[in-house]
């Protein structure tokens, strides 16, 4: 069983920075696309941001281009997001999400249906 396991979460000032990983416990799986959901209290789960493995295309919600940036490290296994500028708005739980399917569409990381594997999730909380 392959499990996703984020950390780097926690509280913050607006115009803050934080970084989460995402790294596989248990089974390695080789995953062809990555992504980060985030959900706010209330709210459905909305993509943040995603990246192809093997190429290292990636995509982004408008909400975020400009202040988060995607990242992999192939040797670690590992998934970055490093947030800067951070807003309240952006406070939430995020989720690390893995597709071992590739797919070719541009919009197709964006969608929560095609990854089969996620993490439990790490909470950030961005103070006003």
């Known amino acids: 069983q392959v499990q996703l396991v984020e950390s780097g979460g926690g509280l913050v000032p607006a115009g803050g920075s934080l970084r989460l990983s995402c790294a596989p416990s248990g089974r390695t799986f080789s995953s062809a696309g990555m992504g980060w959901f985030r959900q706010a209290p209330g709210k459905e789960r909305e993509f943040v941001a995603a990246i192809t493995w093997s190429s290292g295309n990636t995509y982004y919600t408008d909400s975020v281009k400009g202040r988060f940036i995607i990242s992999r490290d192939n040797a670690k296994n590992t998934m970055y997001l490093q947030m800067n500028s951070l807003k309240p708005e952006d406070t939430g739980v995020y989720y690390c999400?893995?597709?071992?399917?590739?797919?070719?569409?541009?919009?197709?990381?964006?969608?929560?249906?095609?990854?089969?594997?996620w993490g439990q999730g790490t909470q950030v909380t961005v103070s006003s």
């Open positions: 999400a893995g597709s071992s399917r590739t797919y070719y569409s541009t919009n197709a990381y964006k969608n929560a249906n095609v990854y089969n594997y």
